[in-house]
């Protein structure tokens, strides 16, 4: 069986980028894609290449990215376009393979094995057709698996493409930060630190039973990575993963205070929350409520259902119990997300009637409860999504 050759398509600053190829200007001044401050949703989501050379960075707000540069030029998002050019992006690659798998809404996976003899051409025909079709600009990784392949497409920026092959990857990969690994996130690289692992080349060389033995399995995927061990297979066109959780999330329009602010919070979510649970046809087994405080300060917790569940008002009863045993209530919240977790279809979903009820009366309140929620989701189909509500909307809060 012949190596693999993955690429790794990363559109490059692609929220700004698409908005230049509908205002030009954009490209001669220092430009962001940024929520509106004024509601209180003002963080940078993507900026130009000007803007980059002020250090400005994706995630930080608008305030701090002014202070860097106070001549920033903002542009508010519109989702719909970039969906759109992704759209078109992703034609492009389905042209060569059947197998494209998505990361996100810029960055695809591509198995392009049967052309590994000019895999390094190929890769640049691809940047080539993206830059005139469609006007933006892709990096792109070659190597054998899909992690050191998201590696290659961070490695030169914009518009380039890097090769890590066999005989190269100790040389590219090795002294880059550990933080560039995918699955390493902050507290990961926190924990690493501790031991000494700074860079993936350590990483790769730790023992890879110690690293169990801190992370468990985690740790045990992180030196298969590191090595380049990763065997994953890109997913062909179409396919999926299954849904692992279903959240939202909310920046309200002042920060929530009462029992009645947090109320009229939570169930705004937590309706969106079980319905898009109906859609995807799973309940789940666990909340968790994630809130952040008036200085960005945050805290997570999560608690088990007594039966899996996709009814809204269980959902927000959970979520409701978490907020009043972790939270003070009185302290601002700025912003707050409800996700469902450990999702099962349910016909798998156990029925775990109360010890002292009545087993047949429990069963018939819920499957009534059920009938109700899917009643609502035929409705709203029906009449549009805001037909129905559970709570009542405030604008104060920016519940519509």
Not at 251 to 275: H, K, Q
Not at 286 to 307: C, E, F, M, N, Y
């Amino acid at each position: 069986m012949s190596e693999r050759t993955i690429f790794h398509c990363d559109c490059n600053s692609f929220f700004a980028s698409v908005e230049e190829t509908f205002n030009p200007q954009y490209k001669s001044v220092p430009m962001a894609v940024a929520g509106d401050p004024a509601s209180r949703h003002g963080i940078i989501l993507a900026k130009n290449e000007l803007a980059k050379k002020y250090n400005i960075k994706t995630a930080e707000t608008v305030w701090s990215a002014r202070k860097k540069c106070p001549n920033l030029v903002l542009c508010p998002p519109r989702r719909g376009v970039y969906s759109e050019v992704c759209e078109r992006v992703n034609a492009i690659y389905a042209e060569y393979t059947d197998r494209v798998e998505r990361f996100g809404v810029d960055e695809s996976w591509l198995d392009m094995t049967m052309f590994a003899d000019s895999a390094e051409a190929f890769a640049g025909e691809l940047r080539r057709r993206v830059a005139e079709e469609i006007g933006i600009t892709i990096s792109v990784g070659v190597s054998w698996n899909k992690i050191f392949s998201k590696l290659g497409s961070d490695y030169k920026k914009p518009d380039a493409t890097t090769v890590i092959t066999r005989e190269n990857y100790r040389e590219i990969v090795f002294p880059l930060p550990v933080t560039d690994l995918f699955m390493v996130g902050r507290n990961t690289a926190e924990s690493l630190a501790k031991l000494g692992i700074h860079t993936i080349g350590q990483l790769a060389q730790c023992d890879a039973d110690y690293l169990a033995s801190r992370f468990g399995k985690l740790g045990e995927v992180l030196h298969r990575n590191a090595n380049g061990l990763d065997d994953g297979a890109v997913a062909h066109i179409g396919e999926s993963e299954p849904v692992k959780s279903v959240g939202n999330g909310m920046t309200f329009r002042r920060d929530l205070v009462t029992m009645d602010d947090i109320r009229a919070g939570v169930n705004a979510l937590t309706d969106s929350v079980a319905a898009r649970l109906r859609a995807a046809g799973m309940k789940c087994a666990t909340v968790q409520v994630t809130i952040k405080d008036s200085a960005l300060k945050s805290i997570q917790r999560q608690k088990g259902v007594a039966t899996p569940t996709f009814v809204a008002s269980e959902i927000a009863k959970t979520a409701l119990e978490i907020i009043e045993a972790s939270w003070q209530i009185g302290k601002p919240i700025r912003m707050l997300t409800v996700t469902a977790q450990n999702l099962v279809p349910p016909e798998q979903a156990v029925e775990q009637l109360t010890l002292f009820g009545d087993g047949d009366d429990d069963a018939e309140l819920r499957r009534r409860k059920e009938q109700l929620e899917r009643a609502v989701d035929a409705l709203r189909g029906k009449y549009g999504s805001r037909s129905l509500r559970r709570g009542a909307a405030n604008e104060d809060l920016g519940i519509k």
